[in-house]
């Protein structure tokens, strides 16, 4: 009867050690309460919990990453668009995390939510499309500054999409269409300008120097001879017509 005794008392006495003793990977920290006080924060590693009195919460040190649902917002210019994020997290005072807040990942996921409507909302369609990475740090900034006193960094924030409605599509279309063409005609112009410019310039370098007009002449003829054409040239020299010209003039000068 005594041996009985004593064995369940030797067995009892295994099972309270084995249950007090606990193990800690080196990314888990365990936030001690004895008799329901916060008495300090244990591992990693080995070390021992005294059960019935004193209770350990495990936290994970790790990064975490979290998905933001997708919300409905409306922009400084009045756009309806769908937005949605992700926010990566970790936290480096485990027994700020426990104390301080209730459900840590649950907070920070709703202040993630009204974060990305506050911030995005106060900027325009424009913004959100071509400067997300000031928006991602303003929004980092936000959540870090808030999240603080909870004992969470926040170390990333990306705005991942950002969807419009189908007509609301078709009207930026329209517009970079539009915006398309108006650069098209304006280098047409600026084309048509600069060939102008060049144009006058070869006229007057030709018009300082006779044998210059010449030259070019043949020149013209060497290119049409080059193609496989049945177009007939028929070349006169310029001092023929140059007399016929100005006994023209004269006739027309003795009329009046």
């Given at each position: 009867?005594v041996?009985?005794i004593?064995?369940?008392?030797v067995?009892?006495?295994?099972?309270?050690?084995?249950?007090?003793i606990?193990?800690?990977?080196?990314?888990?920290?365990?936030?001690?309460f004895?008799?329901?006080r916060?008495?300090?924060?244990?591992?990693?590693?080995l070390?021992?919990?005294?059960?019935?009195?004193?209770?350990?919460?495990?936290?994970d040190?790790r990064?975490?990453?979290?998905?933001?649902?997708t919300?409905d917002?409306?922009?400084?210019?009045?756009?309806?668009?769908?937005?949605?994020?992700?926010?990566?997290f970790?936290?480096?005072?485990?027994q700020k995390?426990?104390?301080?807040?209730?459900?840590?990942?649950?907070?920070?996921?709703?202040?993630?939510?009204?974060?990305?409507?506050?911030?995005?909302?106060?900027?325009?369609?424009?913004?959100?499309?071509a400067?997300r990475?000031?928006?991602?740090?303003?929004i980092?900034?936000?959540l870090?500054?808030?999240?603080?006193?909870?004992?969470?960094?926040?170390?990333?924030v990306?705005?991942?999409?950002?969807?419009?409605?189908?007509?609301?599509?078709?009207?930026?279309?329209?517009?970079a269409?539009?915006?398309?063409?108006?650069?098209?005609?304006?280098i047409?112009?600026?084309?048509?300008?600069?060939a102008?410019?060049?144009?006058?310039?070869?006229?007057?370098?030709?018009?300082?120097e006779p044998?210059?007009?010449?030259?070019?002449?043949?020149?013209?003829?060497?290119?049409?001879g080059?193609?496989?054409?049945?177009?007939?040239?028929?070349?006169?020299?310029?001092?023929?017509?140059?007399?016929l010209?100005?006994?023209?003039?004269?006739?027309?000068?003795?009329?009046?």
């Open positions: 009867m041996l009985n004593v064995i369940a008392v067995v009892l006495l295994v099972i309270f050690v084995f249950a007090s606990k193990i800690l990977p080196e990314y888990e920290r365990g936030v001690m004895t008799l329901g916060n008495t300090g924060t244990k591992g990693p590693g070390f021992i919990v005294i059960p019935f009195i004193q209770k350990m919460l495990k936290i040190m990064v975490t990453v979290m998905d933001v649902p919300q917002v409306i922009s400084r210019d009045n756009v309806s668009v769908q937005v949605n994020a992700v926010v990566y970790r936290v480096i005072e485990a995390a426990i104390v301080e807040v209730e459900n840590y990942y649950a907070a920070v996921s709703q202040l993630s939510q009204t974060t990305l409507r506050s911030v995005l909302g106060q900027h325009e369609l424009d913004d959100m499309l400067a990475d000031k928006l991602n740090a303003d980092e900034e936000i870090d500054r808030q999240t603080d006193a909870w004992g969470i960094k926040v170390a990333n990306e705005i991942k999409q950002v969807e419009l409605d189908e007509s609301m599509t078709r009207a930026i279309a329209r517009q269409e539009a915006e398309r063409s108006r650069r098209a005609k304006i047409n112009a600026e084309g048509e300008l600069q102008a410019e060049n144009l006058r310039e070869a006229a007057k370098q030709l018009s300082q044998q210059a007009m010449q030259l070019r002449y043949l020149q013209t003829l060497l290119d049409m080059s193609n496989e054409n049945a177009t007939i040239v028929f070349p006169l020299p310029m001092d023929l017509i140059e007399p010209l100005k006994a023209t003039k004269r006739a027309n000068g003795d009329a009046d």
